[in-house]
């Protein structure tokens, strides 16, 4: 059983950066997929990046290409996403999730953080 916990949300400017960061116990970090997800008000959750067990494969919406980056440190059992340029869509719930298997542009896994919530202001 695998935990997480988000940190690292909260209010900007449009135009400004956060950095979230997941920190995961209780299992071995190495082993999971890693992703991050939202979900803003009245919409559906949806997939916003994910990066391969070591960090050799990395995918993202393509709404947040060029500004977003997800990146992991096996070391900390952490993973982390850069958000830069932040738009007012990018206002949502981020969540931290960890899963078996492979890297997709999904929302199937197997674990999940409580959520951080970004709010951008425009």
């Known amino acids: 059983q695998v935990q997480l916990v988000e940190s690292g949300g909260g209010l900007v400017q449009a135009g400004g950066s956060l950095r979230l960061s997941c920190a995961a116990s209780?299992?071995?970090?190495?082993?999971?997929?890693m992703g991050w997800l939202r979900q803003a008000p009245g919409k559906e959750r949806e997939f916003v990046a994910v990066?391969?067990?070591?960090?050799?494969?990395?995918f993202y919406l393509d709404s947040v290409k060029g500004r977003f980056t997800i990146s992991r440190d096996n070391a900390k059992n952490t993973v982390y996403l850069q958000m830069n340029s932040l738009k007012y869509e990018d206002t949502a719930v981020y969540y931290c999730a960890a899963r078996w298997g492979v890297v997709g542009r999904d929302v199937r896994y197997d674990y999940w953080g409580q959520g951080t919530q970004v709010t951008v202001s425009s």
């Open positions: 209780g299992g071995t970090f190495s082993n999971y997929v």
């Open positions: 990066i391969s067990r070591y960090s050799t494969t990395t």
